[in-house]
């Protein structure tokens, strides 16, 4: 039968496996590699992956690794923009949810820019803003507005019923607590989850943005050191971004669970 | 002065008329069952009372005042209890203490005084809780209470404001038999508290209008039974009062003996639920 539930022994067990077998099949295929080539930097063991840490950490001229102006550079951009962008569509999903009228206002032009795929509106951001931080910010910002404002707007008009709304008002709440007291509250959970989800297509953006047209960034430097190669060090960044969006998500569904119990798992 | 009066209220969406010519007078004290047909208009009364939904012509006044957007003058309570899910049982009752007594920049700026009015709050909320018997629920959320319970606490969030008048829109009607006669007593004794007012002299606290289409339920947690229907007269259009009379009132203690108002019940039947090939005939 489908669905059988599984101890939490037994699931840490399976998870190790699964770890293990991905690590053990990527040093298989290391090995054969260098059986072939032992110069190869394709796909290099594991413990050659110690060189990729070492280049990422030697002060260049400026005095700054790589590792350090990357990871500042990247995680600047993703973190202001996403404040920028999250905190917009807070304010425009809500009202949104709230008045009729701005509803009727933003849903065509919202609905229609969310539809373009972000990185095809780079040559935008590109000329309205550069290509310094403003435009990385740009693109993140926008990236996870229209798609957030929407949920957020969906979330406010449908997760409190006019019901709930009318009640408030019999018990004395004015509009602006109405919108904070209850609509806001009773979102809060569902925009956390929003959020969480939307992190994992900024990210997609603001790599594709460094890649394209950054001088800086772990993007930027995915793209220099692949062309040349040195796979240890691309390796060592893709891992700093699997764990880094584990350890973002993972924070972010801790903070909602402490943050709104009532909302279950 | 009547805690409610309802002076010629006529409602119509597009050519239906659904309301004509509505005259009412609740007094304080008063509890006030309202049955009737599908689509006899009561939903839409009712949001006029509340003041969500005001009607085309006439005037609604709660305590005098007239009723002109929804305020804290009346208080509702829904078949689908709507509580807060975000709140426990004891700040969903003190919500209303909350958006009445303090403001947002209040509880922003005054943090300190703030939080003493929020613990006086919360304990006139858990005292509500404990006269409605949920005193071991307190910091519940609802999606962790039944639907009994859930009711209760819905009652106790409106009634906690005193209302000038409470209205329950089908309040029992999610619930099981067993639940229902529960809370059909807690009505009884809250009549009990209106009794004992008027006898010291005082304003009875209670003034409750309660729709439902169960007979003996309106007859039994009611001192008075207002029947609304569209089928009164041949081609007339819109739904009027067609009978107002009072009904016998029970003690929470007494047996619940629906068979001593059947006469009335019997009555109550021919005249509101009459359908429209009746009065024709």
């Known amino acids: 039968m489908i669905r059988q539930p599984v101890s939490t022994g037994t699931r840490w067990i399976l998870s190790a496996i699964a770890i293990g077998a991905m690590f053990m099949a990527y040093e298989a295929i290391s090995f054969r590699q260098t059986q072939k080539n032992p110069k190869q930097t394709v796909v290099p063991g594991v413990t050659s992956i110690t060189t990729g840490w070492q280049k990422l950490t030697t002060p260049n001229k400026r005095g700054e690794t790589w590792l350090v102006e990357d990871v500042k550079a990247t995680y600047g951009r993703l973190f202001l923009g996403l404040g920028l962008g999250i905190g917009l569509s807070i304010v425009v999903g809500v009202a949104m949810g709230a008045y009729p009228w701005i509803e009727a206002l933003l849903v065509p032009p919202i609905a229609f820019f969310a539809k373009i795929p972000p990185t095809a509106m780079l040559a935008v951001y590109f000329v309205l803003f550069g290509t310094k931080l403003e435009m990385f910010v740009a693109m993140v910002g926008f990236s996870v507005f229209f798609t957030l404002a929407q949920s957020i707007y969906q979330a406010a008009k449908k997760d409190v019923s006019d019901d709930g709304v009318h009640k408030a008002y019999s018990l004395g709440a004015s509009s602006g607590e109405v919108i904070y007291e209850v609509l806001w509250k009773q979102i809060l959970p569902r925009v956390i989850e929003s959020i969480r989800l939307q992190i994992g297509p900024a990210m997609v953006f603001l790599i594709a943005a460094e890649y394209v047209v950054g001088d800086v960034g772990i993007g930027y430097r995915i793209r220099i050191q692949s062309r040349i190669l040195n796979m240890d060090v691309v390796y060592i960044y893709l891992i700093l971004l699997g764990a880094s969006g584990l350890a973002m998500e993972w924070a972010l569904t801790r903070f909602r669970r402490w943050l709104c119990p009532w909302f279950g798992e | ?281």
Not at chain 2, 40 to 52: E, P, Q, V, W
Not at chain 2, 101 to 109: A, D, E, V, Y
Not at chain 2, 154 to 176: N, R, S
Not at chain 2, 246 to 262: A, T
């Open chain 2, 1 to 281: 002065m009547d805690a409610l009066d309802i002076r010629h209220v006529s409602h119509w969406f597009g050519d239906h008329q659904v309301l004509h010519d509505i005259n009412l007078q609740i007094a304080a004290g008063q509890i006030v069952a309202i049955v009737g047909p599908s689509g006899c208009g009561k939903s839409t009364l009712f949001r006029a009372i509340l003041g969500t939904h005001p009607t085309k012509a006439g005037e609604i006044y709660a305590d005098g005042e007239r009723i002109i957007g929804p305020s804290r003058r009346v208080g509702i309570v829904y078949q689908h209890y709507t509580l807060y899910e975000f709140l426990t049982a004891k700040q969903n009752v003190a919500f209303g203490l909350k958006m009445d007594q303090t403001s947002l920049p209040f509880r922003c700026f005054k943090f300190f005084q703030w939080q003493a009015k929020r613990r006086e709050h919360e304990r006139l909320s858990a005292a509500f809780l404990d006269k409605v018997g949920l005193h071991a629920s307190v910091e519940k959320y609802p999606i962790e209470m039944s639907g009994g319970m859930r009711q209760r606490v819905a009652i106790a969030q409106a009634m906690i404001m005193k209302p000038k008048v409470l209205l329950l829109d089908e309040p029992f009607g999610a619930l099981d038999e067993a639940t229902r006669s529960d809370l059909q007593k807690m009505l009884l004794h809250f009549y009990q508290e209106n009794l004992a007012a008027k006898r010291n002299g005082e304003i009875p606290p209670y003034t409750i209008i309660i729709v439902t289409h169960e007979l003996n339920e309106a007859i039994y947690v009611s001192d008075r039974v207002i029947g609304l229907s569209q089928y009164h007269q041949k081609d007339f259009k819109g739904s009027t009062i067609v009978y107002d009379a009072p009904s016998p009132v029970f003690h929470p203690d007494d047996i619940r003996d629906f068979d001593r108002f059947i006469h009335q019940r019997d009555e109550l039947r021919k005249v509101v639920f009459a359908s429209d090939d009746d009065v024709n005939e």
